[in-house]
């Protein structure tokens, strides 16, 4: 998912996640207290919509997982990690 905290980063737009019970897709299981992706590079900082990145789509293939991510509605990106 994608949000904004409020507080110092207010308009800080980050991706996070959340597992739910595959029994009852309403029942969330677990979410990690810090987002899994936020904006630090150059062309994710600055855009038509700075300081934001926002998920796409999750793909799993070779081995690996792609998260598929808007950057600051101006750029398209691919974050990587082994799948596991």
């Given at each position: ?36 992706l ?36 101006s750029?398209?990106?691919?974050a ?5």
């Amino acid at each position: 998912y994608n949000g904004s905290a409020p507080g110092r980063d207010a308009g800080v737009y980050r991706v996070g996640c959340m597992r739910f019970d595959r029994l009852d897709p309403t029942a969330p299981i677990a979410r990690p207290a810090e987002p899994i992706l936020g904006p630090d590079r150059p062309w994710e900082r600055s855009g038509q919509n700075a300081e934001v990145v926002f998920a796409e789509g999750l793909v799993r293939h070779g081995g690996r997982e792609l998260l598929y991510y808007g950057c600051a509605d101006s750029r398209i990106g691919v974050a990587m990690r082994a799948a596991g």
